[in-house]
């Protein structure tokens, strides 16, 4: 029996790598799959169009592709498109996987006053990917009603250095009204992902995918330039702050024995500094 990791890139390929570590055959479904880990085996498809024959012993599918673009067709077909043809193939070949989990994001949720949000919460996407978001789900679990969604928060890890760019760079601004953000590390994701499908007995639908501390901007942008020597940010309205203000919280996710190794920012980021972990091209 083997896994099949749709959209196989960086979160994809951490995914595979500690899949093919527990004794899985691992399957890597995109379009550069010769630059999969030899860990991982390639399949080259593109889940716009045809795919290849896949395997016939799938029984855990995850859905990892990422919208080459931030616009709606881009997101119908990376998000709604492309796992409809993954399940369409899987059913031609008369394979049933046991599981299927879907990368989600908070995106989902169009919540801007900060207050705390959980799976319970209704999805009223403030954008049009957003809402294509929820149409993906929706789409996935009228065709697998027992669907995993994992809705993750922003992903930092190996070479997600953005907000620490900014920091180094002076160009991180202190949002004036403050925000909250939401994240979670790549590693944790992965492991999130890897537990839900293979440990949890009757995982439910969906679960959000974020650390321990939805933290304000100014309290992570004034950490990083701690650690960076940097001067502290200034703080004034900041253009990349306007829109979601929430708290996402990771109560249903930890209740099924999900464990963080960087629980929250500080330690996710102070490892990143150290230079721990690589990014999967
Ligand atoms: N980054 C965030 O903050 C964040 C937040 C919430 C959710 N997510 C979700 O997390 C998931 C994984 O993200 P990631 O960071 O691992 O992204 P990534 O590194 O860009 O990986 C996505 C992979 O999808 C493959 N892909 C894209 N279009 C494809 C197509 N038409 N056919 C086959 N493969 C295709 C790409 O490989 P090829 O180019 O080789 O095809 C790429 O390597 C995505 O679903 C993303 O939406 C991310």
């Known amino acids: 029996m083997s896994w099949l990791i749709a959209g196989c890139g960086d979160l994809g390929t951490e995914v595979g790598l500690r899949a093919a570590a527990a004794g899985h055959v691992v399957h890597g479904l995109r379009r550069s799959a010769h630059l999969l880990p030899p860990a991982i085996r390639p399949i080259a498809g593109d889940l ?73 919460t209704p999805t009223e996407p403030a954008t049009a990917t957003g809402a294509v978001l929820v149409e993906a789900e929706r789409t996935l679990w009228n065709r697998r009603p027992d ?13 997600r250095t953005r907000l620490l760019d900014q920091v180094r760079q002076g160009r991180a601004v202190v949002p004036d009204p403050p925000v909250h953000t939401n994240r979670i590390h790549r590693d944790d994701a992965a492991a999130a992902i890897v537990h839900l499908v293979s440990a949890v007995e009757k995982p439910a639908t969906c679960y959000l995918g974020v650390d321990d501390d939805p933290a304000e901007r100014g309290e992570v942008l004034r950490f ?42 500080r330690e996710g980021y102070r490892a990143l500094l150290d230079g721990v972990g690589a990014r999967h091209p």
């Open 224 to 265: 990083l330039a701690a650690q960076l020597d940097a001067p502290p940010p200034p703080t004034g309205p900041d253009e990349r702050s306007r829109g979601g203000d929430k708290r996402c919280r990771n109560d249903r996710l930890r209740a099924t024995g999900a464990t963080f190794t960087y629980p929250t920012f």
């Open 147 to 159: 669907a995993i969604s994992l809705r993750l928060a922003g992903v930092y890890g190996p070479g």
């Open 48 to 120: 716009g169009g045809d795919l290849p024959e896949l395997p016939t012993d799938v029984e855990v599918v995850i859905l990892t592709a990422a919208a080459d673009r931030r616009d709606v067709d881009a997101y119908r077909r990376a998000y709604v498109d492309g796992p409809g043809r993954v399940l369409d193939a899987l059913a031609d070949a008369g394979v049933s996987p046991r599981r299927v989990l879907f990368v989600g994001s908070t995106a989902v949720y169009g919540v801007t006053d900060g207050s705390w949000v959980d799976e319970t």
